[in-house]
């Protein structure tokens, strides 16, 4: 299955901002899906997967910040993210079991 990011930008820390990822197939059969994000200089990381039974697993860093969400019928997994800080700025990445990436939407945090 091929993803596509979208929902980027440059947002003041504090803002908001949801990410999209819509994959070219059906997404009702993959288990988990969810979102990495690598920084400059740093590996990438989890932040966010979410199980096709709606269960959530979420880095430390950004629980009771972002909010990540699936839609089978539409194909779509969003990330919802809440009170921005410097440090989330980073390119994040959609994920779906089996090794499929996106290409990456880049999200800037200014202070």
Known sequence: ???VESGGGLVQAGGSLRLSCVASGSISSIDLMGW?????GKQRELVA???SSGSTIYAD?????FAISR?????TVALQMNTLKPEDTAV??????GGSWGQGTQVTVSS
Do not use: H, M
Not at 92 to 97: E, I, N
């Open 92 to 97: 994040y990445y959609c994920y779906a079991t």
């Open 71 to 75: 839609d089978n019928a539409k194909n």
């Open 1 to 3: 299955v091929q993803l």
């Open 36 to 40: 990495y994000r690598q920084a400059p």
């Open 61 to 65: 860093s950004v629980k009771g910040r």
């Open 49 to 51: 997967l979410i199980r």
